[in-house]
């Protein structure tokens, strides 16, 4: 009998296993390279922006030792379908910049990121990809749905099979 549920706790865990990887490493719209002699991590809040809601992109400039910049001169260009979106000209900013941003349209956004690197007098890009989709909530709800109602049926099916495999005591 212990067996049978054993099937069932490795299904939970899978689902557990699942979401806790989704919250500590959001696939879509966290990203870090090494651009000139500085680390830059971008990420989002939320993780999957959503088409016409507020998005908050965050940016970490590192230096060599892996300490917060106070300052960097830094640019930011959004592009979507190769069309230039919105455009942050360069502009002395903290070591960690917020900026709020909204999605118009579901798909892949290039962020062209420009340092000027005001001790040696180089300047340094690269294209961050960000993923925006229009039906992320929903497929995770139907894929949460789909999991609860596979777990229902595995406990159903148990309780059933449990059923008819007891032995019977008739004197």
């Known amino acids: 009998m212990q067996k049978k549920y054993l099937l069932l706790v490795v299904y939970f865990s899978f689902f557990v296993g699942l979401v806790t990887y989704e919250i500590m490493h959001p696939p ?5 390279a090494k651009v000139g002699n500085y680390q830059v991590e971008v990420s989002t809040t939320p993780s ?7 998005t908050k992109i965050h940016f970490l400039v590192l230096d060599q030792n892996g300490a917060q910049v106070d300052k ?8 979507h379908d190769d ?4 455009e942050f000209p360069p502009d002395n900013y903290p070591g960690i910049w917020d900026v709020d941003y909204v999605f118009q349209e579901p798909g892949n956004h290039v962020f ?6 005001m001790h040696t007098g180089d300047v340094n890009s690269y294209a961050f990809n960000i ?7 929903s497929i995770f709800v139907v894929l949460v749905i789909a999991g609860v109602g596979g777990a229902s049926g595995i406990v159903i099916a148990i309780w059933i099979f449990a059923k008819r495999t007891r032995p019977s005591f008739r004197y």
């Open 72 to 79: 960097i001169r830094m640019g930011l260009q959004i592009y």
């Open 83 to 86: 069309e230039l979106t919105k």
């Open 112 to 117: 062209r990121i420009t340092l000027f690197d």
């Open 28 to 32: 879509f719209s966290t990203d870090a």
């Open 48 to 54: 999957v922006p959503d088409i016409g809601k507020d």
């Open 131 to 137: 993923t925006t989709l229009s039906l992320y909530t």
